[in-house]
C-alpha cells in the first residue's frame, strides 16, 4: 500500500505565496519522477512541474519563474514553491510519484489540495 499525503494549500492574495509539501509513505522500494499538477474547475488536470529523482527539473511555461520544485529523497517528499500567485493558479493541486513496490513501477496520485488566489 502506497499513500501520497499533500498539505500546504490554502487561500492566497495575488502576489502571495504558497508551500505545496507532499509525501509518499508505504511499501516503498524506490520512487523515480515526482511531480504536481492541477485541476482548475472546467479544465483537464495539467502538468505544473516535474523533478526527477537525480533532481532534473521542468516546468509548465504559465509557472516559469514563479514556481520551484524540489525533493528530499531521504523524507520522500516533493515540494512546490509558489510565488507571485495569481487567480489563475487557483486550482485543486494533485502530487504524482512513479513508484517501485515489491511487484512493479507505478503511478500513484495523493487526494489534492486547493489552492485559492483571491482578494
Known amino acids: 500500500q502506497v499513500q501520497l499525503v499533500e498539505s500546504g494549500g490554502g487561500l492566497v492574495q495575488p502576489g502571495g505565496s504558497l508551500r505545496l509539501s507532499c509525501v509518499v509513505s508505504?511499501?516503498?522500494?524506490?520512487?523515480?519522477?515526482m511531480g504536481w499538477y492541477r485541476q482548475a474547475t472546467g479544465k483537464e488536470r495539467e502538468l505544473v512541474a516535474r523533478?526527477?529523482?537525480?533532481?532534473?527539473?521542468s516546468y509548465a511555461d504559465s509557472v516559469k519563474g514563479r514556481f520551484t520544485i524540489s525533493r528530499d529523497n531521504t523524507k520522500n517528499t516533493v515540494y512546490l514553491e509558489m510565488n507571485s500567485l495569481q487567480p489563475d493558479d487557483t486550482a485543486v493541486y494533485y502530487c504524482?510519484?512513479?513508484?517501485?513496490?515489491?511487484?512493479?513501477?507505478?503511478?500513484?496520485w495523493g487526494q489534492g489540495t486547493q489552492v485559492t488566489v483571491s482578494s
Open positions: 504524482n510519484a512513479n513508484v517501485r513496490t515489491l511487484a512493479r513501477w507505478r503511478d500513484y
Open positions: 508505504g511499501s516503498i522500494f524506490g520512487i523515480n519522477a
Open positions: 523533478v526527477t529523482r537525480e533532481g532534473t527539473t
